[in-house]
């Protein structure tokens, strides 16, 4: 079993940065697809980020590209999203997800979630 815990959320001002980080045990992450969701309050959980096993494929929701960046480092067992130029509407409860494959994300294995917030 696939344990995923989140650190790194907090409150922060609009334009500024956090870095969230997951830390996974139970087993390697090097074979899954990992990612993070979010879901903001009142409102479905969406997807924000996923990269492959090898870090050869990433993918961001629209709203995100060109300020959030995810990464991994499978020897560590970790995937962190670097959070830039954060916006109000970035305010959610964020996810570490993992999978074998970037379609199945969602169905995966989930974290406990760690809180954002952007103040305007």
């Known amino acids: 079993q696939l344990q995923l815990v989140e650190s790194g959320g907090g409150l922060v001002q609009a334009g500024g940065s956090l870095r969230l980080s997951c830390a996974a045990s139970g087993r390697t992450i090097s074979t899954y697809v990992m990612g993070w969701f979010r879901q903001a309050p009142g409102k479905e959980r969406e997807f924000v980020a996923g990269?492959?096993?090898?870090?050869?494929?990433?993918r961001y929701t629209d709203s995100v590209k060109g300020r959030f960046t995810i990464s991994r480092d499978n020897p560590k067992n970790t995937v962190s999203l670097q959070m830039n130029s954060l916006k109000p509407e970035d305010t959610a409860v964020y996810y570490c997800?993992?999978?074998?494959?970037?379609?199945?994300?969602?169905?995966?294995?989930w974290g406990q979630g760690t809180q954002v917030t952007v103040s305007s």
């Open positions: 997800v993992a999978s074998e494959r970037m379609v199945t994300l969602s169905q995966g294995y």
């Open positions: 990269i492959m096993w090898n870090g050869a494929s990433i």
